[in-house]
């Protein structure tokens, strides 16, 4: 960070009331609130059919946003690092905060891959597999 932004925001924050500041957030709570959205996001553009696959999400993130590559794109991070259950919960933690907003309301995919007890992976590759089996399969 630059001297002269640092400077700045401590000239921003001393007009402010002490009603008007925010408490300070944990970096792990910032990351929550940047990325859980993003991943729910991912969620609704599967359900509304903008998207066929998880993978095709985190293939957008890795290559047109900039999504760490290590980490495997959002919908392959909740899968296997945060846990479906842990983003479930704190997107209904934020949407009770948050009630005039419906930017933390869970997608329904989201809710029934957590109540299935699956990764959002594993519901496609179930779905998929129902779709071959059946004769109806996209590929």
């Not at 900039?66 to 933690?93: F, K, N, S, Y």
């Amino acid at each position: 960070h630059s001297k002269e932004m640092e400077e700045l925001v401590n000239s921003y924050l001393a007009k402010l009331s002490p009603h008007d500041r925010s408490p300070k957030l944990p970096p792990s709570e910032i990351v929550s609130r940047c990325f859980f959205p993003l991943v729910n996001e991912g969620f609704k553009c599967l359900e509304e059919g903008i998207s066929l696959r998880p993978g095709d999400v985190d293939i957008i993130y890795l290559y047109g946003y900039g999504w760490p590559a290590w980490r495997g794109g959002p919908m392959h991070w909740a899968d296997h690092q945060v846990g479906l259950p842990t983003i479930l919960t704190w997107l209904e933690r934020m949407s009770k905060q948050f009630p005039s907003t419906d930017h933390f309301v869970p997608s329904a995919l989201l809710l029934e891959c957590v109540q299935k007890g699956i990764t959002v992976e594993e519901y496609y590759r179930r779905k998929e597999n129902h779709a071959v089996s059946s004769g109806r399969s996209r590929l």
